[in-house]
């Protein structure tokens, strides 16, 4: 807007009429340029709910240090608000949120009461066989699936994968799993998706393994071609299971020792537990399994069931135990005097709050505080420890038995000798 005045002007400042038509047209300019050039200078509403999220997370999440993800963090940031510009949508919009959520590696952590619905991630394949890491630095098959079962029978040892020694490479993709982010707690976690769920990527992606066979070696060709919607939990466990619930199955095993593999933790535990009890009274020690436990949640009438255990007792764990599994473990070893064999928890174990965005688009589910272990260390991303560490022996899986529930009998058996007492 231009305006015109023939009054001389002075040269240090212009006269006040011209000051004040200055003035008005500035004002006039800025009521009536076009929206969106006003726009431009205006957050969105996606923007303003990026903004918001990343201040609670940089003022309350409590696990920066604890994880060591401050730095990915900051580094993030500034991208996640360039990305959130072109948000046209709301389903945009969840999507930079699941990015964001990503770089905190918190298996807990998940948006809820959306508007629309989540963005899928797209689908990613696997050949169907798992890993399992062995002693001496090898790597064994864990399970595979019905077309590779006669050539891939648990227990047989991988040399190489794709050319590169097998262990090398797995231990490499469960470094590199962590430091990319994803929804885990902890290395470990992000190791048990790469051996039990390993290479994955796009449909039909071919693979090589250099396996054990005999007195030498074989090579078998595997096809990315089954979708990774989840991994095997177990490995070789007892052959006459009794089943209570989906939960809860109990056994005696050859040993004479009672055994109780728990799934998941609900209110068919403290009763499954209770069961085994009652049917095996003469068990000569007790085994609780907790590999691959999904966690879930349990009161003072549970814990009150495993002071009943018979001692001694022990406890089998993994990085697939997790959550509630985690604690239980904790709690067995504090009510029962268990030792726990196996290997480190999942690391994801928090007391939780919600959190809605300003707009009200969605609420997040995040973490207030880690629970503990019984060494007093925060559970979130440490895990639980196990007494003793158990890498599976090759020739024990090959001959269908479990080389962490071996070494909980052989801790059972010791207890129980006189001289142990």
């Known amino acids: 807007m231009t305006f015109l005045c023939l009054t001389e002007v002075r040269k240090d400042r212009p006269p006040r009429s011209i000051r004040f038509r200055i003035l008005t047209g500035l004002v006039i300019a800025l009521v009536f340029q076009p929206n969106s050039a006003r726009a431009e200078n205006t957050p969105t509403r996606y923007e303003q709910d990026l903004a918001a999220f990343l201040k609670e997370m940089d003022t309350t999440y409590p696990f920066f240090d604890l994880k060591g993800i401050r730095a990915d963090w900051e580094s993030a940031k500034p991208k996640l608000l360039e990305q959130v510009k072109a948000c046209k949508t709301d389903a945009d919009f969840l999507a930079v949120i699941c990015k964001a959520i990503d770089c905190l590696r918190d ?98 992606e071919k693979h090589t393994l250099t396996i054990v066979a005999g007195t030498g070696k074989k090579t078998v060709s595997i096809t990315s071609d089954m979708e990774a919607s989840g991994w095997p939990h177990t490995y ?79 406890v089998v764990i993994d990085a697939g135990c997790i ?70 022996v090759p020739e024990e899986v090959q001959k269908g038995q479990n080389s962490a529930l071996l070494r909980a009998q052989e801790y059972i058996a010791k207890m129980l000798k006189p001289s142990a007492q």
């Open 323 to 392: 959550s509630a599994g985690e604690t239980l473990a904790r709690d067995l070893k504090k009510l029962t005097g268990a030792r726990l064999f196996g290997s480190a928890t999942a690391g994801a174990s928090s007391a939780k709050r919600q959190w809605t965005f300003p707009s009200g688009i969605a609420t997040i589910t995040m973490a207030t505080r880690s629970r503990f272990g019984p060494d007093g260390k925060p559970i979130e991303f440490n895990g639980i420890h196990p007494d003793e560490e158990v890498q599976v």
């Open 236 to 314: 070789n466990l007892p052959q006459n299971l009794k089943t209570h619930s989906k939960t809860c199955q109990y056994a005696k095993l050859p040993s004479g020792a009672g055994y109780i593999y728990l799934r998941y933790i609900d209110g068919d535990t403290e009763p499954g537990i209770a069961a085994a009890l009652t049917a095996l009274p003469d068990a000569k020690g007790w085994i609780v399994d907790l590999c691959g436990n999904g966690g879930g949640g349990y009161d003072d009438a549970l814990l009150k069931s495993i002071e009943t255990i018979p001692k001694p007792v022990a």
């Open 107 to 204: 298996a807990h952590m998940g948006i809820s009461d959306t508007k629309v619905k989540l963005p899928p991630s797209p689908p990613e394949y696997y050949p169907g066989v798992s890993f399992l890491p062995a002693m001496q630095g090898r790597v064994v098959v864990m399970d595979a699936r019905k077309e590779l079962a006669g050539v891939l029978k648990p227990g047989t040892v991988v040399l190489d994968i794709d050319g590169k020694d097998a262990r090398k490479l797995l231990d490499e993709n469960s470094q590199l799993a962590w430091a990319a982010g994803g929804n885990f707690s902890s290395p470990q976690r992000a190791g048990l998706f790469e051996y039990r769920i390993p290479l994955r990527g796009k449909k039909g």
